[in-house]
């Protein structure tokens, strides 16, 4: 019994040795960067160099400015109606495959993650040439004489079916894991005890797994916010989200401080749009038992 | 497989028709990269005029070859690295009964929440001002671990939180020490998610562009290869090899159905 009591005495250190390396990773090649973007943003940027003269200029750029709150504006709007789209759709057909998927429902779920064996820029240039003006789409349309559909070239919905595209997977994944580890029993019971379907969802299924479907609207929501690809290819001319705008200031312009300083932004803008998700989650309401973690 | 009753009906038929529909959107472009790998008119592929020549330039392409190498290149050391933090972090956290664990799953979850270009611009402005390490192979690897170690070890946590410790202990009563007992006990039992950790991780960092392109220099890689020749349009060649890959992938899910289908796998499916 000697081994045994002195792994058990030394369980602190072997948690340390376990999980210190992986953290200190994250600590120096994630933690350190973000926090050293946070300090460029003070300084400012003369000819391709970074120059440690303490300012807020940067954010007075782009909080002051008319065009870079409208690129912010439009990111949102866009980030949130992407979201809602990939919800409403994801759920029912996420719900399907994890209650009536039986054998197959692994594989029914990878099927809708196989596509990202295919890089984004390539998927999203096939996209743009189905939906494009001589793109499969409208070309099909005018071979049987119908007018094309405008809105699909070139235009902020056509970005959003794109963003739809790439990360409804995401959304898929997040509410099937989740609703794989719900006991749908619990919905017999509540149809046993007088509940309409509709409404042993809404106060059974919809709270129960709301954290996955939660994680699932901010995997969505922040590739969407920071999209840069699909806009370039599918936005047109008044198509360029702020992802567009960031990932400019770190090519032709140069300009590293104000980049970093609208990096912050997109950060905070993030963050504050988890904090919000996270205030709805309740952990008591959502079957969380502190068990099985 | 649960009994439907007959109003039931019509919810699974319109769910099932939502799935089918979304099949077609997700592989309807898929479909066509494939196909326009075979014309030679791809810029308006109809009537379509088969080749092959993209596969024969794709063959002689040495700057292709060389980004795809990059590419696996960077693939495999993120997988690799990812899959060393990320398993050694789930076993230590679901093993040993730490007050700190919320805090290191907060932590290794992190990443996930970060937009992959903020992760691209923070390691690009880290590495070369502070770090001085200019963009190259390793500078866009350590990059492109963060973000793949928090998928890793949400894809090795799924299945280790089955695991049953009991086994570990055991071989510690009768003597084993931890890193016998992970070799010959644990590794056994977690090896298939560690390999789809690794998978994961390595189709990721594979086809990353927005981390990979602003932490690898003016080292081609396949995705920063199709980012740059955008200005003169995507260049067919690309097409093909993305047909090639995914050629590959759906033979290895059509093996994985038949082997479903036999009950040679069973994949975490333990019946209703």
């Known amino acids: 019994m000697k081994t045994f009591r002195h792994w058990h005495q030394n369980k602190n250190f072997h948690f340390a040795l376990l999980t210190l390396p992986g953290a200190l990773f994250l600590l120096i090649f994630l933690i350190l960067p973000l926090i050293s973007i946070l300090v460029f943003s003070f300084w400012r940027t003369e000819s391709y160099e970074l120059i440690a003269d303490w300012n807020i200029e940067n954010y007075k750029t782009i909080l002051g400015e008319k065009t870079y709150l409208t690129f912010i504006w439009r990111s949102l709007v866009m980030a949130v109606s992407v979201s809602l789209v990939c919800l409403i759709y994801a759920y029912p057909v996420a719900y399907l495959v994890a209650k009536r998927g039986g054998r197959y429902r692994l594989i029914l779920v990878l099927l809708t993650a196989a596509p990202f064996f295919t890089g984004i820029i390539l998927r999203v240039t096939a996209i743009q040439q189905i939906l494009g003006p001589i793109g499969l789409l409208n070309m099909a349309l005018q071979t049987f004489g119908l007018e094309p559909i405008q809105i699909l070239m070139y235009s902020n919905v056509a970005s959003a079916i794109g963003l739809v595209y790439l990360w409804i997977p995401f959304m898929m994944l997040a509410i099937y894991l989740s609703l794989l580890n719900f006991n749908f029993k619990l919905l017999e019971v509540a149809y046993v005890n007088g509940a309409k379907p509709w409404r042993a969802f809404l106060e059974v299924t919809w709270p129960l797994n709301w954290i996955g479907t939660a994680i699932g609207i901010v995997l969505v929501f922040i590739p969407t916010f920071a999209a840069f690809v699909t806009p370039r290819f599918l936005g047109g001319v008044n198509g360029a989200l702020y992802g567009n705008i960031l990932e400019h200031q770190f090519g032709a312009t140069g300009t590293w401080a104000l980049g970093s300083a609208m990096g912050v932004v997109l950060f905070v803008i993030c963050l504050i749009f988890i904090l919000i998700i996270w205030r709805t989650i309740n952990l008591q309401r959502s079957g969380y038992t502190g068990e099985e973690f | 497989m649960t009994a439907v009753g007959p109003r039931e009906w019509t919810v699974v038929i319109a769910q099932t028709s939502l799935l089918i529909f979304l099949y077609i959107f997700l592989y309807f472009p898929i479909f066509f990269i494939i196909y326009v790998s075979f014309v030679d008119n791809t810029v308006w592929p109809f009537p379509p005029e088969f080749t092959l020549e993209w596969y024969e330039r794709l063959w002689m392409m040495s700057d292709f070859h060389l980004g795809l190498?990059?590419?696996?290149?960077i693939g495999a050391g993120t997988g690799a690295l990812a899959c060393i933090f990320a398993a050694s972090a789930a076993i230590g956290?679901?093993?040993?009964?730490?007050?700190?664990r919320g805090l290191f799953a907060v932590l290794y979850l992190s990443p996930l929440f970060v937009a992959g270009i903020l992760i691209g611009i923070s390691s690009l402005m880290f590495h070369r001002n502070i770090l001085d390490l200019p963009g190259h192979l390793s500078s866009a690897v350590l990059a492109n671990t963060t973000q793949a170690l928090s998928f890793a070890f949400l894809v090795i946590l799924a299945q280790l939180t089955r695991y049953d410790w009991r086994m570990d202990e055991a071989a510690m009563v009768f003597g084993a020490r931890p890193t016998r007992c992970f070799w010959e006990v644990t590794l056994p039992t977690i090896w298939p998610s560690i390999l789809g950790a690794?998978?994961?991780?390595?189709?990721?960092?594979?086809?990353?562009?927005?981390?990979?392109?602003?932490?690898?220099?003016?080292?081609?890689?396949?995705?920063?290869?199709?980012?740059?020749?955008?200005?003169?349009?995507?260049?067919?060649?690309?097409?093909?090899?993305?047909?090639?890959?995914?050629?590959?992938?759906?033979?290895?899910?059509?093996?994985?159905?038949?082997?479903i289908r036999l009950g040679l796998v069973r994949l975490g499916y333990r019946g209703e």
Do not use: C, M
């Open chain 2, 69 to 73: 190498f990059n590419s696996v290149l």
């Open chain 2, 198 to 259: 690794f998978l994961v991780s390595f189709i990721l960092a594979f086809n990353n562009l927005d981390i990979t392109f602003y932490n690898i220099g003016a080292i081609p890689t396949l995705p920063t290869i199709a980012w740059g020749t955008l200005r003169h349009g995507i260049e067919p060649e690309l097409y093909s090899l993305a047909a090639i890959i995914n050629g590959f992938v759906f033979f290895i899910l059509i093996i994985l159905f038949f082997l």
């Open chain 2, 93 to 100: 956290l679901l093993k040993y009964q730490s007050r700190w």
